[in-house]
């Protein structure tokens, strides 16, 4: 009896000893896996925290493109802009644009990157879906910005050009306004003995008797090329090489003063311009 008691006993043995062999090995695979599901939580939540830290420097980044008012020009700028404001304006709507491709590049690669990587998060999905809408939301707006940039330049071109042709037109007044003074400024003056104003077709004798007692008159007929110009705005005195003269045209007496001023010099100080002037030739008769 003995024999088949310690043979059943040994194969309850085995039995067992197979069984703690099974339930080690069991336990080993799941110490294992459950080591590996750590790491891959662990990588996971790593993977998830670049993520969202990446989410939060793109969005801080998309916040800082700036659009419209002030800040269409940049810092440092504002003040005093090389070339046209335009230019300006333009060169900083580049830089927006340049900004906002950069930013879309940058989630790009990070939607790219976590889909290599296997994280699929709800989350993480509209967060970067709400950061493609910030993105489409920059680009409508530079649109909008560079159509009203394009439309006021296209005014200030107008508005520019309207400007000179009005700068011109009042140019050319001021010049008509101008000549027109000189013109009415203007006189014209002769001088010399009575045989040399005669000669000149200038003067004539009229009256007397027998031609005795003639009196010098100023010629309806002369040249006025033999005259001098004179703008009374200008100058006021004609010097005259005389000891004494005669004004034989119709000038006021009062809008004028004679005065010697030196030994067969004298002068004609004009004192009343307008009134002077209102005979444009003056005749002036040497002794």
């Known amino acids: 009896m003995r024999k088949p008691v310690v043979a059943i006993m040994a194969l309850i043995g085995v039995l067992l000893l197979g069984a703690t062999v099974v339930s080690y090995s069991k336990y080993k695979k799941s110490a294992a896996d459950y080591a590996q599901a750590k790491a891959d939580e662990e990588s996971m939540r790593q993977r998830y925290d670049g993520a969202v830290s990446e989410i939060v420097t793109i969005q801080d980044s998309l916040n800082t493109i700036m659009l419209g008012g002030e800040g269409v020009l940049p810092e440092g700028q504002q003040g005093e802009q090389p070339g046209t404001l335009h230019d300006t304006v333009q060169s900083r709507i580049a830089t927006l644009r340049a900004s906002v491709e950069r930013t879309k590049d940058r ?16 989350g993480l999905e509209r967060m970067i879906a709400r950061l493609r809408k910030g993105v489409s939301d920059r680009e409508e707006q530079i649109a909008q910005l560079n159509g009203q940039v394009q439309t006021l330049h296209t005014e200030v071109v107008v508005l520019n050009a309207d400007v000179a042709g009005k700068s011109r037109e009042i140019e050319m007044k001021e010049q008509a306004l101008t000549e027109k003074q000189h013109e009415i400024a203007t006189i014209f003056y002769t001088m010399g003995t009575k045989k040399e104003l005669k000669k000149a077709g200038v003067v004539v004798a009229e009256g007397g008797v027998l031609g005795v007692g003639k009196t010098l008159k100023t010629s309806a007929q002369f040249d006025e090329r033999t005259f001098t110009k004179l703008d009374t705005d200008q100058e006021t005195v004609i010097a005259i090489p005389a000891h004494e003269v005669q004004i034989l045209s119709s000038q006021p007496v009062s809008s004028y003063t004679l005065h010697v001023t030196g030994p067969d010099q004298m002068e004609l100080r004009i004192t009343n311009p307008t009134e002077f002037r209102k005979v444009k030739h003056l005749v002036i008769l040497k002794a």
């Open 107 to 122: 989630i790009n690669e990070l939607d790219s990157r976590l889909k290599r990587s296997g994280v699929k998060v709800a």
